[in-house]
């Protein structure tokens, strides 16, 4: 399973971005999908995480109430809508399937990973 992260970019504060995972050659739609981000110099952390169904989502305290994660099983999709960005958002993010019907937020319980695409966002 290989997963490409995409819709990166650069923008203001306070715009948004919609940052889309995609897998070529398999399905997505049994998978666990996470999405994480790791800015220089820090530790990589989780922030959003969606069910295979797209049921059950969970988030990270620091993108609460401003990202939201969604998926498209048709279309073989995941999505991270990010609103109201920060500066503090700037990272790169990626997204990582687990197979499981559980939500873990430790990226050690992902077993495969997008390359990442870079999101930054200027004062």
């Known amino acids: 399973l290989q997963l490409q992260a995409s819709g990166g970019g650069l923008v203001q504060a306070g715009g948004s971005l919609r940052l889309s995972c995609t897998a070529s050659g398999y399905s997505l739609e049994y998978y666990v999908i996470g999405w994480f981000r790791q800015a220089p110099g820090m530790e990589r952390e989780g922030i959003a995480y969606?069910?295979?169904?797209?049921?059950?989502?969970h988030y990270a305290d620091s993108v609460k109430g401003r990202f939201t994660i969604s998926r498209d099983n048709a279309e073989n999709t995941v999505y991270l809508q990010m609103n109201n960005l920060k500066p503090e958002d700037t990272a790169v993010y990626f997204c990582?399937?687990?197979?499981?019907?559980?939500?873990?937020?430790?990226?050690?319980?992902?077993?495969?990973w997008g390359q990442g695409t870079q999101v930054t966002v200027s004062s």
């Open positions: 969606i069910s295979s169904s797209g049921t059950d989502k």
């Open positions: 990582a399937a687990s197979i499981g019907d559980l939500l873990p937020t430790r990226g050690v319980f992902y077993s495969y």
